[in-house]
């Protein structure tokens, strides 16, 4: 195995050469940043920021600050962080032809993406940052857990609704297809945008008023990952408000942050598969194809240990996740998966990425499963010293696939400081 120290070398050196700095002349903001990666992901993407503060907060906690205050610099009135940051959108002008988006401004989306936020904050602060940057950064991080709560959880039930695919970060998963109208034998990128369109567009004639989005009842999907992080980050935020000796703040957290998993726990396990499904429109119906984030809930301390059992087994199983190199986006059993590079730009349809390693692997040692969350940290790492940092790997043979230097990929550092 790798050595620690050669990792984090490995590490740093990705970090030097995807970071953006400057100042920005339509906001007027400096940034400085890790892009995803510089050949097709120049910009800020949220939860990719996230998680690159976190890999940043071992090694260099002034970074990992910059990294969050720049996320957080352009968050709006109502509270939303956009997911993409266009910083210097001017240089890639041709290469935003080639991304499906849908903007606030010419220079920030008008979509969330999962809400790491609390975590991350929160990690950056325990690790070094201190209560002054958890002062400075809290206001703006709240407002947007307050935005969630408020105009994505409409009723109220501690679930948050996704708008669109590309808002759970899962862009071009297959548990959506049935829902989008998109069909098993034509499962193209092309399909896959104008069903995408079949969504964004009709939200452009009403404005993107996320009221009327919801009315329109196009594309509403109470995710099961999405949800589980957002339970994390309400509890991280809890976490935060007690450092700052805040305890009403930490005891709103706390109490959205349980109604988050009561709601995950009572409304989305199916007892007879075994699994968590997410709940789609206003109807509420679960979209029943098993994928890694049927495993999320892993996470949640409050688990019952009957369901963490039945979440393990299907860990356990070759027929569905415990692959060569775990744990593949999609159940190998299911028919839709292609654990293979689908035409180059189709993603978390089959591959294994390290970010969701890094979450279930947490998840099973926070249920007393260290030995399977061991092989997953030890194949992670495999995966990033045989093929490199990657977006994302084939499951069985390791190949890897989609952008190269994929910055989030550099989780399996804090992965291997867990171990
Ligand atoms: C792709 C992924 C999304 C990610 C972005 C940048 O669009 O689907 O989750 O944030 O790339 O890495």
Not at 380 to 405: D, N
Request: net charge negative.
């Amino acid at each position: 195995m790798m050595e620690r120290d050669e990792l984090e070398r490995r590490v740093k050196h990705l970090y030097v050469r995807n970071r953006q700095q400057g100042k920005a002349s339509w906001c007027e903001h400096e940034y400085d940043f890790v892009c995803p990666s510089t050949g097709t992901y120049p910009f800020q993407w949220l939860w990719d920021s996230c998680f690159h503060a976190i890999v940043l907060s071992s090694f260099d906690i002034e970074r990992a600050k910059s990294e969050l205050r720049s996320l957080l610099a352009n968050a709006q009135p109502d509270g939303l962080v956009p997911h993409v940051t266009f910083w210097q959108r001017d240089r890639y002008e041709e290469m935003l032809s080639t991304y499906a988006i849908a903007y606030r401004t010419p220079y920030l989306s008008d979509c969330m993406q999962p809400p790491v936020l609390g975590e991350a904050l929160a990690t950056v602060v325990r690790r070094g940052a201190g209560a002054a940057f958890a002062r400075e950064l809290m206001p703006a991080a709240r407002r947007f857990y307050d935005y969630l709560d408020r105009v994505r959880d409409p009723d109220q039930d501690g679930l948050v609704a996704v708008l669109q695919p590309d808002e759970s970060g899962l862009d071009h998963t297959p548990k959506y297809d049935a829902y989008l109208g998109v069909r098993a034998d034509c499962v193209t990128i092309a399909e896959l945008t104008a069903a995408w369109h079949r969504v964004a567009d009709p939200y452009g004639a009403v404005e993107r008023d996320p009221e009327k989005m919801f009315a329109l009842d196009r594309f509403i999907v109470e995710d099961v990952m999405v949800n589980t992080i957002y339970a994390e980050g309400q509890r991280a935020m809890a976490e935060l408000y007690t450092t700052l000796d805040d305890s009403a703040g930490a005891a709103e957290m706390l109490r959205r942050a349980e109604r988050t998993e009561r709601a995950l726990i009572d409304k989305c396990f199916d007892p007879e598969r075994g699994l968590f499904f997410d709940l789609a429109g206003q109807a509420e119906t679960p979209l029943r194809t098993s994928t890694m984030t049927s495993l999320f809930p892993l996470l949640l301390p409050s688990l019952p240990s009957s369901m963490a059992d039945a979440l393990a087994r299907h860990l356990e199983d070759p027929r569905e996740y415990a692959a060569e190199y775990p744990v593949p986006t999609v159940a190998l059993s299911e028919p839709l998966c292609e654990p293979g590079s689908m035409q180059g730009s189709l993603v978390f349809r089959g591959p294994t990425w390290i970010h969701t390693n890094w979450y279930i692997a947490r998840g099973l040692r926070r249920h007393g499963r260290g030995a399977l969350a061991d092989r997953i940290v030890q194949s992670s790492i495999a995966l990033t010293a045989k093929s490199g940092f990657r977006e994302y790997y084939h499951p069985q043979t390791a190949e890897g696939y989609g952008a190269q230097g994929f910055s989030w990929s550099a989780l399996v550092l804090d992965m291997l400081a867990a171990d």
